[in-house]
Protein backbone atom coordinates (compact mmCIF):
# COMPACT_ATOMS: atom_id res chain seq x y z
CA UNK A 1 0.00 0.00 0.00
CA UNK A 2 1.42 3.28 -1.02
CA UNK A 3 1.25 5.05 2.22
CA UNK A 4 4.24 2.95 3.55
CA UNK A 5 7.27 4.18 2.16
CA UNK A 6 9.72 1.79 1.29
CA UNK A 7 12.31 3.49 0.00
CA UNK A 8 14.99 5.05 2.19
CA UNK A 9 15.51 8.11 0.50
CA UNK A 10 13.02 10.84 -1.75
CA UNK A 11 13.28 12.37 -5.17
CA UNK A 12 14.56 16.08 -5.01
CA UNK A 13 14.51 18.19 -7.72
CA UNK A 14 17.68 20.85 -8.61
CA UNK A 15 18.95 22.59 -11.31
CA UNK A 16 22.44 22.73 -11.51
CA UNK A 17 25.51 25.30 -12.79
CA UNK A 18 28.34 23.66 -14.06
CA UNK A 19 31.48 25.04 -14.83
CA UNK A 20 31.98 25.90 -18.50
CA UNK A 21 34.67 23.48 -20.87
CA UNK A 22 35.03 23.22 -24.52
CA UNK A 23 36.45 19.76 -24.93
CA UNK A 24 37.14 17.60 -27.64
CA UNK A 25 38.24 14.83 -25.66
CA UNK A 26 34.86 13.22 -24.49
CA UNK A 27 36.54 10.87 -22.18
CA UNK A 28 36.06 12.35 -18.48
CA UNK A 29 32.94 14.22 -17.28
CA UNK A 30 35.12 16.35 -14.26
CA UNK A 31 38.51 16.83 -13.42
CA UNK A 32 40.50 18.42 -10.07
CA UNK A 33 43.67 20.17 -10.72
CA UNK A 34 43.82 18.34 -13.78
CA UNK A 35 45.46 15.76 -11.94
CA UNK A 36 41.71 13.75 -10.56
CA UNK A 37 39.75 12.71 -13.22
CA UNK A 38 36.95 10.95 -13.50
CA UNK A 39 35.19 9.18 -16.58
CA UNK A 40 32.76 9.78 -18.70
CA UNK A 41 31.46 6.55 -18.02
CA UNK A 42 30.41 6.95 -14.49
CA UNK A 43 27.93 10.06 -15.74
CA UNK A 44 26.67 7.51 -18.32
CA UNK A 45 26.31 4.11 -15.19
CA UNK A 46 24.77 7.05 -13.11
CA UNK A 47 22.20 8.10 -15.25
CA UNK A 48 21.13 4.01 -16.04
CA UNK A 49 21.12 3.66 -12.53
CA UNK A 50 18.78 6.70 -12.25
CA UNK A 51 16.95 5.20 -14.71
CA UNK A 52 16.58 1.32 -13.16
CA UNK A 53 15.40 2.82 -10.13
CA UNK A 54 12.73 5.20 -11.37
CA UNK A 55 11.26 2.33 -13.33
CA UNK A 56 11.30 -0.27 -10.27
CA UNK A 57 9.24 2.48 -8.77
CA UNK A 58 7.20 2.78 -11.47
CA UNK A 59 7.82 6.17 -12.39
CA UNK A 60 9.03 5.61 -15.55
CA UNK A 61 7.91 2.77 -18.35
CA UNK A 62 11.00 1.25 -19.47
CA UNK A 63 8.82 -0.20 -23.08
CA UNK A 64 7.80 3.47 -23.53
CA UNK A 65 10.15 5.93 -25.37
CA UNK A 66 12.60 8.42 -22.67
CA UNK A 67 11.78 11.40 -24.70
CA UNK A 68 8.28 10.66 -24.44
CA UNK A 69 7.67 10.75 -20.78
CA UNK A 70 7.70 12.23 -18.05
CA UNK A 71 8.57 11.84 -14.49
CA UNK A 72 7.16 14.25 -11.34
CA UNK A 73 9.39 15.39 -9.07
CA UNK A 74 8.53 17.61 -6.36
CA UNK A 75 4.49 17.73 -7.17
CA UNK A 76 5.33 18.69 -10.88
CA UNK A 77 6.28 16.83 -13.90
CA UNK A 78 9.78 16.93 -15.77
CA UNK A 79 10.94 15.80 -18.62
CA UNK A 80 12.49 11.78 -17.93
CA UNK A 81 15.41 13.15 -20.29
CA UNK A 82 16.40 16.18 -18.17
CA UNK A 83 15.50 14.33 -15.29
CA UNK A 84 17.99 11.85 -15.95
CA UNK A 85 20.69 14.11 -17.26
CA UNK A 86 20.42 15.93 -13.88
CA UNK A 87 20.61 12.90 -11.57
CA UNK A 88 24.13 11.61 -13.28
CA UNK A 89 25.35 15.36 -13.36
CA UNK A 90 24.03 15.53 -9.72
CA UNK A 91 26.01 12.18 -8.98
CA UNK A 92 29.43 13.52 -10.82
CA UNK A 93 29.06 16.87 -8.64
CA UNK A 94 28.56 15.10 -5.15
CA UNK A 95 31.52 12.71 -5.84
CA UNK A 96 33.47 15.92 -6.27
CA UNK A 97 32.57 17.26 -3.51
CA UNK A 98 33.24 13.92 -1.82
CA UNK A 99 36.93 13.75 -3.07
CA UNK A 100 37.62 17.49 -1.77
CA UNK A 101 36.34 16.80 1.86
CA UNK A 102 38.40 13.74 1.50
CA UNK A 103 41.47 16.02 1.40
CA UNK A 104 40.73 18.24 4.41
CA UNK A 105 39.53 15.20 6.44
CA UNK A 106 42.45 12.96 5.48
CA UNK A 107 39.90 10.56 4.45
CA UNK A 108 41.55 7.94 1.95
CA UNK A 109 40.21 4.67 1.19
CA UNK A 110 41.55 1.08 2.95
CA UNK A 111 42.52 -1.83 0.35
CA UNK A 112 39.22 -2.84 1.88
CA UNK A 113 36.90 -0.26 0.25
CA UNK A 114 38.90 -1.09 -3.10
CA UNK A 115 38.37 -4.47 -3.39
CA UNK A 116 34.34 -4.29 -2.26
CA UNK A 117 33.93 -1.66 -5.09
CA UNK A 118 35.58 -3.73 -7.79
CA UNK A 119 33.09 -6.49 -6.47
CA UNK A 120 30.09 -4.91 -7.07
CA UNK A 121 31.57 -3.18 -10.21
CA UNK A 122 32.07 -6.80 -11.38
CA UNK A 123 29.09 -7.98 -10.14
CA UNK A 124 26.82 -5.37 -11.52
CA UNK A 125 28.63 -4.90 -14.78
CA UNK A 126 28.99 -8.44 -15.52
CA UNK A 127 24.67 -8.75 -15.36
CA UNK A 128 23.90 -6.39 -17.44
CA UNK A 129 27.42 -5.73 -20.03
CA UNK A 130 25.86 -5.63 -23.45
CA UNK A 131 23.65 -2.84 -22.79
CA UNK A 132 26.75 -0.50 -20.93
CA UNK A 133 29.28 -1.60 -23.93
CA UNK A 134 26.84 -0.18 -25.89
CA UNK A 135 25.96 2.67 -23.98
CA UNK A 136 29.55 3.55 -23.61
CA UNK A 137 30.03 2.37 -20.04
CA UNK A 138 33.38 0.54 -18.78
CA UNK A 139 33.67 -1.64 -16.26
CA UNK A 140 36.30 0.98 -15.02
CA UNK A 141 33.56 3.24 -14.64
CA UNK A 142 30.94 1.19 -12.96
CA UNK A 143 34.17 0.64 -10.08
CA UNK A 144 34.50 4.59 -10.26
CA UNK A 145 30.90 5.04 -9.25
CA UNK A 146 31.18 2.22 -6.26
CA UNK A 147 34.56 3.96 -4.99
CA UNK A 148 32.64 7.13 -4.87
CA UNK A 149 29.14 5.67 -2.99
CA UNK A 150 31.82 4.05 -0.23
CA UNK A 151 33.77 7.44 -0.10
CA UNK A 152 30.41 9.38 0.41
CA UNK A 153 29.48 6.68 3.32
CA UNK A 154 32.88 7.24 4.87
CA UNK A 155 32.33 10.89 4.87
CA UNK A 156 28.96 10.42 6.14
CA UNK A 157 29.78 8.62 9.36
CA UNK A 158 32.74 10.63 9.87
CA UNK A 159 30.59 14.14 10.28
CA UNK A 160 27.07 12.76 11.06
CA UNK A 161 27.74 9.29 13.25
CA UNK A 162 28.18 8.84 16.63
CA UNK A 163 31.44 10.32 17.16
CA UNK A 164 31.53 12.44 13.99
CA UNK A 165 32.59 16.29 13.79
CA UNK A 166 28.98 17.22 13.53
CA UNK A 167 27.27 14.06 15.42
CA UNK A 168 23.55 14.29 15.22
CA UNK A 169 21.91 14.35 18.87
CA UNK A 170 19.80 10.73 19.84
CA UNK A 171 17.04 13.14 20.65
CA UNK A 172 17.01 14.58 17.11
CA UNK A 173 17.17 10.88 15.79
CA UNK A 174 14.16 10.35 18.40
CA UNK A 175 11.88 12.76 17.68
CA UNK A 176 12.02 12.17 13.88
CA UNK A 177 11.58 8.35 14.50
CA UNK A 178 8.27 9.11 16.65
CA UNK A 179 6.62 11.51 13.93
CA UNK A 180 7.83 9.05 10.93
CA UNK A 181 7.32 5.81 11.70
CA UNK A 182 4.79 3.66 13.62
CA UNK A 183 4.57 0.09 14.79
CA UNK A 184 1.38 -1.60 13.75
CA UNK A 185 -0.77 -4.62 14.02
CA UNK A 186 -2.66 -4.89 10.32
CA UNK A 187 -4.32 -7.52 7.98
CA UNK A 188 -4.55 -6.50 4.29
CA UNK A 189 -6.13 -8.03 1.20
CA UNK A 190 -5.99 -6.75 -2.57
CA UNK A 191 -8.75 -7.04 -4.52
CA UNK A 192 -7.95 -10.39 -6.42
CA UNK A 193 -9.15 -13.61 -6.04
CA UNK A 194 -6.18 -16.37 -5.59
CA UNK A 195 -6.42 -17.70 -9.36
CA UNK A 196 -4.81 -14.07 -10.21
CA UNK A 197 -8.85 -13.08 -11.68
CA UNK A 198 -9.97 -9.67 -10.31
CA UNK A 199 -12.78 -9.15 -7.57
CA UNK A 200 -16.53 -8.25 -8.70
CA UNK A 201 -17.96 -5.62 -6.75
CA UNK A 202 -19.79 -7.90 -4.54
CA UNK A 203 -16.91 -9.51 -3.40
CA UNK A 204 -15.14 -6.20 -2.94
CA UNK A 205 -18.54 -4.85 -0.80
CA UNK A 206 -18.02 -8.94 1.44
CA UNK A 207 -14.60 -8.10 2.13
CA UNK A 208 -15.45 -4.86 3.13
CA UNK A 209 -18.03 -5.85 5.29
CA UNK A 210 -16.11 -9.06 6.98
CA UNK A 211 -13.50 -6.29 7.84
CA UNK A 212 -15.64 -3.68 9.46
CA UNK A 213 -16.91 -6.94 11.64
CA UNK A 214 -13.42 -7.75 12.98
CA UNK A 215 -13.27 -3.76 13.29
CA UNK A 216 -16.25 -3.64 15.46
CA UNK A 217 -15.55 -6.80 16.97
CA UNK A 218 -11.83 -5.83 18.03
CA UNK A 219 -12.69 -2.36 19.13
CA UNK A 220 -15.54 -4.56 21.72
CA UNK A 221 -13.29 -6.48 22.91
CA UNK A 222 -14.83 -9.66 21.71
CA UNK A 223 -11.62 -11.18 19.86
CA UNK A 224 -7.63 -10.04 20.53
CA UNK A 225 -7.02 -8.48 16.89
CA UNK A 226 -3.06 -9.69 17.17
CA UNK A 227 -4.62 -13.35 16.92
CA UNK A 228 -6.52 -12.41 13.98
CA UNK A 229 -3.21 -11.26 12.57
CA UNK A 230 -1.11 -13.97 13.53
CA UNK A 231 -4.32 -16.56 11.68
CA UNK A 232 -3.96 -14.13 8.51
CA UNK A 233 0.26 -14.20 8.84
CA UNK A 234 -0.32 -17.81 9.30
CA UNK A 235 -2.24 -18.60 5.90
CA UNK A 236 -0.84 -15.66 3.80
CA UNK A 237 -1.72 -16.02 0.29
CA UNK A 238 -0.25 -14.20 -2.96
CA UNK A 239 -3.10 -10.93 -2.43
CA UNK A 240 -3.68 -11.47 1.84
CA UNK A 241 -1.59 -11.32 5.04
CA UNK A 242 -1.03 -10.39 8.48
CA UNK A 243 1.40 -8.76 10.73
CA UNK A 244 2.44 -7.78 14.02
CA UNK A 245 4.16 -5.24 15.51
CA UNK A 246 5.42 -4.13 12.06
CA UNK A 247 7.72 -1.38 12.24
CA UNK A 248 6.65 0.70 9.14
CA UNK A 249 8.07 4.40 7.86
CA UNK A 250 4.80 6.38 6.46
CA UNK A 251 4.38 8.87 4.23
CA UNK A 252 3.49 12.44 6.32
CA UNK A 253 2.36 13.74 3.13
CA UNK A 254 -0.21 11.21 2.46
CA UNK A 255 -3.57 11.65 4.13
CA UNK A 256 -3.14 7.63 5.21
CA UNK A 257 0.28 8.21 6.13
CA UNK A 258 -1.11 10.82 8.64
CA UNK A 259 -4.65 8.98 9.41
CA UNK A 260 -2.08 6.05 10.76
CA UNK A 261 0.88 8.36 12.60
CA UNK A 262 -2.00 10.54 13.93
CA UNK A 263 -3.62 7.37 15.90
CA UNK A 264 -3.50 6.65 19.47
CA UNK A 265 -1.81 3.11 20.76
CA UNK A 266 -4.66 0.37 20.38
CA UNK A 267 -6.89 2.19 18.14
CA UNK A 268 -7.97 0.78 14.88
CA UNK A 269 -8.52 2.46 11.45
CA UNK A 270 -9.93 0.88 7.84
CA UNK A 271 -8.00 1.94 4.93
CA UNK A 272 -9.71 1.30 1.63
CA UNK A 273 -7.64 1.96 -2.09
CA UNK A 274 -8.43 0.83 -5.12
CA UNK A 275 -6.49 -1.94 -4.64
CA UNK A 276 -6.59 -3.48 -1.75
CA UNK A 277 -8.01 -3.21 1.79
CA UNK A 278 -6.52 -2.92 5.44
CA UNK A 279 -7.39 -3.20 9.24
CA UNK A 280 -4.77 -1.25 11.17
CA UNK A 281 -4.52 -1.12 14.60
CA UNK A 282 -1.30 1.12 15.97
CA UNK A 283 0.70 -0.71 18.02
CA UNK A 284 3.15 0.65 21.14
CA UNK A 285 6.11 1.96 19.03
CA UNK A 286 9.02 0.98 20.62
CA UNK A 287 8.93 -0.44 24.39
CA UNK A 288 12.07 -0.94 25.33
CA UNK A 289 14.19 1.30 22.85
CA UNK A 290 15.40 -1.71 21.40
CA UNK A 291 13.96 -0.43 17.77
CA UNK A 292 15.54 2.23 18.06
CA UNK A 293 18.96 1.17 18.37
CA UNK A 294 18.51 -1.31 15.94
CA UNK A 295 17.40 0.98 13.36
CA UNK A 296 19.75 4.47 14.15
CA UNK A 297 21.70 3.93 11.40
CA UNK A 298 19.16 3.68 8.93
CA UNK A 299 17.41 6.26 10.40
CA UNK A 300 20.26 8.88 10.55
CA UNK A 301 20.24 8.15 6.73
CA UNK A 302 17.29 9.26 6.23
CA UNK A 303 17.41 12.24 8.73
CA UNK A 304 20.46 13.60 7.18
CA UNK A 305 22.02 11.90 3.34
CA UNK A 306 19.72 14.34 1.20
CA UNK A 307 21.37 17.37 3.49
CA UNK A 308 24.60 15.53 3.47
CA UNK A 309 24.55 15.34 -0.91
CA UNK A 310 23.39 19.01 -1.54
CA UNK A 311 26.53 20.05 0.74
CA UNK A 312 29.07 17.77 -1.12
CA UNK A 313 27.10 19.25 -4.73
CA UNK A 314 27.29 22.57 -3.39
CA UNK A 315 31.07 22.34 -2.58
CA UNK A 316 31.47 20.45 -6.18
CA UNK A 317 29.88 23.29 -7.69
CA UNK A 318 32.06 26.21 -6.23
CA UNK A 319 35.17 25.57 -6.11
CA UNK A 320 37.59 26.77 -8.48
CA UNK A 321 40.13 23.96 -9.23
CA UNK A 322 37.12 21.85 -11.26
CA UNK A 323 36.47 21.24 -14.67
CA UNK A 324 33.18 20.17 -15.83
CA UNK A 325 32.58 18.46 -19.45
CA UNK A 326 29.95 19.68 -20.67
CA UNK A 327 30.63 18.99 -24.25
CA UNK A 328 30.33 15.25 -22.94
CA UNK A 329 27.22 16.07 -21.10
CA UNK A 330 25.73 16.95 -23.95
CA UNK A 331 27.25 14.06 -26.03
CA UNK A 332 25.80 11.48 -23.61
CA UNK A 333 22.66 12.90 -22.83
CA UNK A 334 20.44 10.36 -21.83
CA UNK A 335 18.01 11.00 -25.11
CA UNK A 336 21.64 9.76 -26.79
CA UNK A 337 21.45 6.35 -24.42
CA UNK A 338 19.15 3.00 -24.47
CA UNK A 339 18.85 1.98 -20.95
CA UNK A 340 15.51 -0.31 -22.17
CA UNK A 341 16.73 -3.63 -21.85
CA UNK A 342 18.71 -3.23 -18.04
CA UNK A 343 17.84 -5.64 -16.06
CA UNK A 344 15.92 -3.51 -13.77
CA UNK A 345 15.60 -5.60 -10.56
CA UNK A 346 19.35 -4.71 -10.06
CA UNK A 347 18.63 -1.74 -8.65
CA UNK A 348 20.89 0.34 -6.17
CA UNK A 349 20.90 3.56 -4.82
CA UNK A 350 22.19 6.75 -7.35
CA UNK A 351 24.27 8.86 -4.89
Known amino acids: ?48 SAYRTAVSNYQLNSYTELSEQTIEVSGSDKSAVEYLDNEAKKTIKSYVGAILLAKDMNIDFTDEDLKTAASYAENFYETDKATFEKVGVAKSSVEEYYKSTSLKSKLFEAK ?24 INFIQQYFYNEDGTA ?11 E ?32 YTDSLSRFDTESEDGQKILSLQTGKFTLLV ?26 LLYEYKYDDFLSELIDLGENAKNVKYNESAFEKFSSATRDFSELSI ?4 SNY
Request: proline residues 1%; hydrophobic residues 35%; aromatic residues 10%.
Open 345 to 348: SNSN
Open 211 to 242: YKSIQSKAEKGKIKFTDVCKEYAKNATNYKGG
Open 160 to 183: YGEDGTEAVADKDLKNYFKENYAS
Open 1 to 48: MKFIKKAAAAIVAASLAFSLCSCSDLSWAAKIDDDTTIPIGMYIYSMA
Open 199 to 209: MSEDQKDALKK
Open 273 to 298: TDSAIALIQKATLDKDGSKFKENRSN
